[in-house]
């Protein structure tokens, strides 16, 4: 009879309803100002970009639901444009998973002038990104730059000439820039590893690719996962680089530039906001896919 009786349910002590309202309050001038300055535009954004609305030709104005969708992702330039976004995205954020991996361990292990090494490597990452771009730019340029007279390269070089050898520079720029918050991030949950647990593995006669592999990536898998979350939107989301280098020349186009081109350039709302809800929608799934992925991993690693 016990073990069947339904448990009754648990009673909120006034204590705890107090407690939540308070939280409630403190959260609601955050959350007020969240909803002003993102679900507004957010949503005035979707309205515009369910009618015809060019600047250009204000008396053409009408609503016509979707059909903005439509042109969009039926474009043969949507699609080029998200393939070069993924690409850069996907190469740049391999590359600085693996370097920003070697500089976390570099900024762990270092013996003396910890504080300076950690201040120096941040220095990239402090830097604005259009500044960057530029300096990038002036680099790899036929006239101005100093790339083309390294002993390496054998002849001289249109390095925005060509698609793909702008989209080198776009990413070495990008890599430069920003895997040092890479580094930060994989920092912070390489110092939560208890070295302990690497003395009793060179106790056991673990080398250190043994110790790297089965004790630091598998307790760095949420700061790893965290990391490639938002350097992943971040790429997803590029402009500045590919803005300051190319705008988009040479089939270089990401989707953020494709927007501002139909929002800023051609003033034809209707189209730039469809773009602009589309990368919304696309930055969503790409957020849900790795909160569900970092949940799971996260349960995982402390049921083990």
């Not at 039926?74 to 995205?89: A, P």
């Not at 790899?140 to 070089?157: K, Q, R, Y």
Request: with cysteine; charged share 15%; proline share 3%.
């Amino acid at each position: 009879m016990e073990a069947n009786a339904q448990k009754a349910p648990a009673r909120i002590s006034s204590r705890t309803r107090s407690e939540r309202k308070l939280a409630w309050m403190l959260c609601a001038p955050a959350v007020i100002a969240m909803l002003a300055v993102t679900a507004y535009p957010i949503g005035y954004a979707i309205v515009l970009s369910l009618q015809k609305l060019d600047l250009r030709f204000p008396e053409l104005t009408e609503f016509i639901g979707l059909g903005n969708y439509g042109t969009v992702l039926s474009s043969e330039l949507w699609w080029t444009d998200i393939f070069n976004t993924l690409f850069i995205m996907a190469i740049s954020v391999a590359i600085e998973l693996v370097l920003g991996m070697a500089l976390a361990l570099v900024m762990h292990r270092a013996i003396f002038g910890r504080g300076l090494v950690r201040t120096a490597v941040l220095i990239p990452y402090g830097i604005i990104t259009v500044v960057a771009a530029f300096a990038w730019q002036f680099a790899f340029a036929p006239d101005t730059g100093f790339v083309n007279h390294l002993p390496l390269i054998s002849e001289e070089m249109d390095w925005f000439g060509g698609r793909f050898s702008s989209f080198a520079v776009i990413i070495l720029a990008e890599v430069w820039k920003t895997t040092p918050f890479m580094a930060l991030l994989l920092l912070a949950g390489l110092v939560t590893i208890d070295s302990q647990l690497y003395e009793a593995a060179r106790v056991d006669g673990a080398s250190a690719w043994q110790r790297f592999t089965r004790i630091t990536l598998p307790l760095m898998k949420p700061a790893i996962l965290v990391a490639l979350l938002f350097r992943t939107l971040d790429g997803f989301r590029i402009f500045d680089t590919i803005f300051i280098m190319t705008r988009g020349a040479q089939d270089t186009e990401s989707v953020s530039i494709l927007g501002y081109n139909q929002l800023i350039s051609r003033l034809n709302l209707g189209l730039g906001s469809a773009v602009s809800v589309l990368i919304f929608f696309c930055v969503f799934i790409i957020a849900f896919i790795f909160v569900k992925g970092f949940g799971v991993k996260v349960d995982e690693g402390r049921a083990g």
